[in-house]
């Protein structure tokens, strides 16, 4: 269930005491030359959207389409509002929240972002607020590579320019993480990609997406067993 697509009776009449509000907090940036520039935004939405289908307590926030993407700059696109931004606008979001919703989970879709949600969460929990903080894990490439590439193919398909893509930087994460801190993506990658999107498929994005809901709803289970326990298989 969309909160925006609600009056504010219809939220009132719910019950906080039974609601899970789900914020996507995604990005727009760039993500090389085949990707649209919110795929991590869409990413995030598109988990929480298959989450709420799931869970009947659940409702779905507008995502939040701008994070900390400095290491982006350079490209094209890229609207970064900071990591001093992010967290001050997570803080007070959340704190106004939590006047209609007992519990809020931020699902993250990009890397950037976590350090400045990390500290959002940690001072809003001080505050007894019921706030957790949700990143999906997969195996796939770091940036704009074959994992986003079949996500993208899954969501969007006639938004992905496939012919366009081409592999970036390969090599592992680790490897290139003091490259990346010192001088952003375009010290390691000229064409903004990190991975090898070539050769994903909408069925391979499919799967992962699954993996990826299934994972943020396990964790709410673990979190909240009452109510959510009600929640559909």
Known sequence: MMVADLTSPEVGALGAAARVLLV???????HGPHLPLSTDTDLAGAICV????????????????????GEHAGFPGTLSIGQ??????????????TDSFARIVLVNGH??????????????????????LFL????????????????????????VRLGRAEPGDTRPLAEI?????????AAVSANG???????ATAAEGAELLERLISQLYE???????EPVERIRP
């Not at 001093?84 to 929240?97: K, N, P, T, Y």
């Not at 890397?111 to 706030?131: C, K």
């Not at 964790?219 to 067993?225: A, D």
Request: glycine share 12%.
């Open 219 to 225: 964790q709410i289970r673990q979190w909240w067993p």
């Open 193 to 199: 990609v990190l991975g090898d999107p070539t050769g």
């Open 136 to 159: 999906p894990r997969h195996d796939g490439d770091a940036h704009a590579g074959r994992a986003e590439t079949a996500l993208q193919l899954n969501l969007g398909p006639d938004r």
């Open 177 to 185: 993480l003091p490259q990346l801190r010192a001088g952003g993506v």
């Open 84 to 97: 001093a931004a992010l967290e001050l606008l997570i803080v007070e979001l959340c704190r106004s929240a």
């Open 50 to 69: 298959g989450v709420g289908a799931r869970c009947p307590e659940v409702l779905v926030a507008p995502a939040l389409a701008y994070g900390a993407s």
């Open 24 to 30: 996507p907090v995604g990005a727009t940036e760039q």
């Open 111 to 132: 890397g950037g972002n976590i350090e400045a949600l990390r500290r959002a969460v940690t001072l809003l929990r001080a505050e007894s607020r019921d706030i957790r």
